[in-house]
């Protein structure tokens, strides 16, 4: 099996054998309640000190998107490939890769779901994966 | 604060030099600054120098070769708005009494370098792709399209439109003609942003000399091009919004207009921020030029070319004059200056008494200065 790290610690979550879906480490303000992702030491709207960690919402909706044909330095993955911003139901609007959607498929406001995976190979850390979204699946009831 | 006129101006060229060194690039436009205020470089009691890339003592690099005159010179960064944050920092050493006179100056060399990526080695954005500069106006642009319907053709009419300006500028570093056509099947880069709606990386300088009315009136009995407001702004918290670039050109336009005691319907020339086609759309409304949503019919209408309502851009803007970006604030400094003096040439806004400077800086908008000048 292929090893896999993510692409950088404290960003996400994936709770093991699919006990839930995976969701993004945010903080939240406790004088001001705004959250942010990535986790903010001290709060930009209201300089709050205190922080507490939070999983966000896995689901949100398709704020803007745009399909990059010519990849910035830096970028290992391939190309053309989408990114986006999307609107989380705690405000923040997380810029994300997009996944699993053609990029006629797009639209603004569609609802998005947060999925793992790949980023890009690394020769000695094995497969790097990432946040991202894709268009939502009809949740699956057992 | 004390009256501050504008005494001269001057910039080279935009575009690329590679056998020249940047520091030759900023004594040029400093010399032609000096010679247009009729002012020696050892006449200057404190200098400032805006630049992104150039690595320490930029300022000194440059006035060195001039002269070693000793006097203070005060390096500024603040990423494209370095150049007119510089212009500020003069006029307020100036205003308040502390100097006399002052230089400004911009000077920036990146045609060794590509896109402009606009993150630290260590943001999760570099590995992600996701912060190329291109990628950030992109973004805004989609969501102002579905937002408004504005249509990639309409879009793709900016870069039209400031290229044909661009062709009446000497100094301008594209100096070509561009169809719609041409605009759009360009390369694309970041949907809807194609190459040509994309402002070049270049290399420039550009330069000020500003004094107090009372000692320009000792030299002449004008007209004199006056700097009547000024204002240099960072971001507030704007809600999902980390890249903004409206709410802070509102906001520091604002406070601009009101040290003039004017406001933009008072205005007769503009240079702004387009960095992309739809940067120029969106500060149509953030300076006040039209109401929220309106900025693709202000430009339709005609208004903001050359001989419409409140023309834009001019001297072709960073779309065609060139984007270096530490250069930039300072050449939009010397396109005013000669519109108001109406020594612009075939691009002469007629009748101009009034004029804008706006610049961004950083990643979406970290930094913002507007300079209104009038006449
Ligand atoms: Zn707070």
Redesign the pocket.
């Known amino acids: 099996m292929t090893r896999t790290v993510p692409i950088r610690d404290g960003l996400f979550h994936v709770p093991p054998s699919g006990a839930a879906p995976p969701h993004l480490i945010g903080s939240r303000?406790d004088?001001?309640?705004?959250s942010f992702f990535p986790s903010k030491n001290q709060?930009p709207?209201?300089?709050?000190r205190a922080l507490a960690e939070i999983a966000l919402s896995p689901r949100g909706t398709l704020h803007t998107y745009t399909v990059i044909h010519q990849a910035p330095p830096g970028y290992a993955g391939p190309v053309p490939y989408v990114v986006g911003r999307v609107e989380l139901p705690e405000g923040e609007r997380v810029l994300a890769p997009i996944v699993g959607v053609a990029p006629s498929g797009l639209r603004t406001g569609m609802p998005m779901e947060l999925v793992i995976g790949k980023a890009f190979d690394d020769p000695e850390k094995g497969e790097v994966v990432t946040y991202q979204f894709r268009p939502a699946r009809e949740p699956v009831r057992p | 604060m004390r009256p501050v006129v504008v005494l001269g101006v001057g910039l080279i060229r935009f575009g690329r030099y590679p056998d020249v060194p940047v520091a030759e690039l900023g004594q040029r436009a400093c010399w032609a600054a000096l010679d247009d205020a009729g002012v020696a470089w050892r006449d200057i009691p404190v200098a400032y120098c805006g630049h992104a890339f150039q690595g320490s003592t930029m300022g000194q690099r440059v006035l060195n070769r001039i002269g070693l005159t000793g006097v203070p010179i005060i390096n500024v960064e603040n990423a494209c708005a370095s150049g007119s944050t510089a212009f500020v920092a003069a006029y307020q050493a100036v205003a308040s009494g502390m100097y006399d006179v002052a230089l400004a100056l911009g000077v920036e060399k990146m045609s060794f370098k590509g896109m402009i990526d606009a993150t630290r080695p260590d943001d999760i954005e570099r590995p992600l792709g996701t912060g190329a500069m291109p990628t950030k106006y992109a973004l805004i642009a989609r969501r102002y399209m579905d937002d408004y319907g504005l249509t990639a053709a309409a879009l793709a009419q900016v870069s039209v439109k400031n290229h044909a300006n661009g062709c009446r500028n000497p100094y301008a570093q594209h100096q070509r003609r561009l169809t719609l056509d041409e605009v759009q099947q360009s390369r694309m880069i970041s949907d809807p942003l194609t190459l040509y709606q994309c402002s070049p990386t270049g290399d420039g300088a550009a330069a000020a000399v500003i004094t107090t009315e009372a000692v320009a009136r000792q030299r002449s009995a004008g007209p004199f091009v006056r700097v009547a407001g000024c204002a240099v702004g960072s971001q507030v918290f704007v809600p999902g919004e980390p890249d903004d670039i409206s709410e802070i050109t509102k906001r520091t336009s604002r406070r601009a207009y009101e040290m003039w005691g004017g406001g933009p319907d008072d205005l007769d020339v503009v240079e702004l921020h387009d960095c992309f086609t739809i940067a120029e759309i969106c500060h149509y409304e953030g300076l006040g030029l039209c109401g929220e949503g309106e900025g693709q019919h202000l430009l339709a209408s005609g208004a903001t070319g050359i001989g419409g309502r409140i023309p834009v851009n001019p001297s072709g803007g960073l779309l065609s004059r060139g984007h270096p970006v530490g250069a930039t604030g300072m050449a939009q400094i010397a396109e005013i200056t000669w519109q108001l003096r109406e020594q612009a040439g075939e691009r002469q806004v007629t009748g101009a008494k009034a004029g804008v400077t706006h610049t961004l800086g950083g990643g979406g908008g970290m930094a913002c200065a507007v300079t209104v000048l009038t006449r």
């Open positions: 303000c004088d001001c309640a705004r709060c709207r209201c300089s709050g």
